[in-house]
């Protein structure tokens, strides 16, 4: 049966627009709220990143499972990350994130998650579902939850992140310069990053509401790499609105993607032995990648794309490092989601401990030139069900024969149709991906 209201990384959409709109997160606090409380009595964590709008929802969520008879402790801007850490060690009923991840400011959403710290099993998205369909109703007012900030949210997760990496390295001599995206790490990956003895030069770190991911972060990291030609850094490190994403630069201001830096901690997991069966990557992660880990007798399996789904897969294939080219890291021997600061100072440890640059650690990977093109369509199609879309990718896959990869899907969080092509010749592969743009444009 098909979710209503949930997608692959919760609710997300336009401010202002069914579903994110004041009312509706009312209803989504009660509903939450009501299925938590069949659990028993407990409490739900409520984070976000630093949109503007998200004053707005966290005060409806409040009231809604307040309605439900919930408590609710208030932490504040806070990485998504550090939220799931939190309802995990703080044994909360769920941990609620509002926010649009690496979107503009004019978005937002919802995301939960479970007292293990990870996304919610679809039975009980079923039932939140099921209870905003339904008429909202009140407890009685000595049954009304109570809501309470909590404090020191951020130097728990703080200590944490640092928890990750040995106590005994020692970064002093490393200048990195930080990206922030205005977003939810502003306060916290600064810290971080000093605190484990590395200079660290600060950039996207003045959020007013409006700029998160604007033309900054791990979205854009053009200006990371200006910033690290600038301060003549070691590396940048680019995260993304709510730190769930890890985009880093080299000394030179190269960009080393997800799929490069997943190689790196693999390859470093390997040399201390610690591999831990086969690495989980998706649809989209590199040929040249996957070819560089089966050299290391490491094999890449390949998940839908979407975090949710790595996670599916890292599960089912007793995996602990897993994620995306778009910068989604999960190191299941750390924590329980994708978190841009504990994949930053795992790469930051394979650098001391290897005596080797950013730049020299990801040399062992050759990546085949890909082109990555967005479709703007104003409805949900099913491209595989369009048959002129089809042939087109077809005739593309013969000419490439195994020399390339075609992928054509509808993006889980915005009204787009992604487009990629891979291949060895990289002036075909921009020729391919236009040819199939073209055609899905006539077709849509």
């Known amino acids: 049966m098909k979710k209503k209201y949930f997608g692959t990384d919760g609710i997300r959409g336009e401010v202002g627009k069914h579903p994110i709109t004041p009312d509706f997160m009312l209803k989504l606090g009660w509903a939450t709220g009501r299925v938590f409380a069949e659990e028993g009595h407990g409490f739900v964590l409520v984070g976000k990143d630093t949109r503007i709008s998200g ?14 008879g919930v408590d609710t402790k208030l932490l504040g801007p806070m990485p998504t990350p550090g939220i799931a850490y939190l309802t995990r060690t703080l044994r909360a009923k769920a941990g609620i994130v509002i926010s649009a991840s690496h979107n503009p400011y004019y978005d ?11 996304k919610l099993p679809d039975e009980l998205e079923y039932k939140i579902e099921h209870y905003i369909d339904s008429p909202m ?11 309470q900030r909590l404090s020191d949210a951020a130097g728990r997760y703080i200590e944490f992140c640092k928890s990750t990496v040995p106590a005994t390295l020692d970064f002093k001599g490393m200048r990195i310069v930080v990206d922030c995206a205005h977003g939810a790490t502003y306060d916290i990956a600064p810290h971080v990053f000093s605190e484990v003895g590395a200079e660290v030069v600060t950039v996207g770190a003045k959020p007013d509401g409006l700029n998160i991911n604007e033309e900054c972060g791990a979205t854009k990291p053009e200006l990371l790499a200006e910033k690290v030609i600038e301060y003549r850094a070691d590396l940048g490190i680019a995260l993304d609105g709510d730190g769930d994403r890890l985009i880093m630069v080299d000394h030179k201001g190269e960009v080393v993607d997800g799929d490069e830096l997943i190689y790196i901690i693999a390859k470093s997991h390997q040399q201390a032995g610690r591999v831990n069966g ?34 599916e897969m890292l599960v ?12 989604h890291i999960i190191c299941l021997d750390k924590t329980t989601t994708g978190d841009g600061i504990v994949a930053a100072l795992q790469v930051l440890a394979e650098i001391q401990q290897s005596g080797k640059s950013l730049h020299e650690l990801k040399a ?30 077809k005739a593309v896959e013969k000419k490439m024969a195994d020399k390339g990869r075609v992928l054509l899907r509808a993006s889980g969080t915005e009204p787009l149709i992604r487009v990629m092509v891979e291949g060895e010749n990289y002036a075909d592969v921009v020729k391919y991906a236009d040819e199939l743009v073209e055609v899905v444009k006539k077709a849509i």
Do not use: C, W
């Open 364 to 393: 062992d990977t050759q990546k085949y030139p890909q082109v990555l093109k967005n479709v703007r369509v104003n409805k949900k199609v099913n491209i595989d069900e369009v048959e002129v879309i089809q042939k087109a990718v």
């Open 55 to 68: 004053y707005m929802f966290e005060s409806a969520l409040e009231a809604g499972l307040s309605a439900a």
């Open 137 to 147: 109703t009140t407890v009685e007012s000595s049954k009304l939850g109570k809501a």
């Open 108 to 118: 937002n959403g919802i995301k939960f998650f479970s007292v293990e710290g990870k």
């Open 316 to 327: 089912k294939h007793n995996s602990v490092l897993g994620g995306e080219g778009s910068g």
């Open 278 to 311: 086969n690495v989980v990557g998706t649809l989209m992660t590199n040929l040249g990648v996957e070819h560089a880990l089966n050299k290391l007798g490491i094999k890449l399996i390949r998940a839908n794309v979407g975090d949710r789904y790595v996670m």
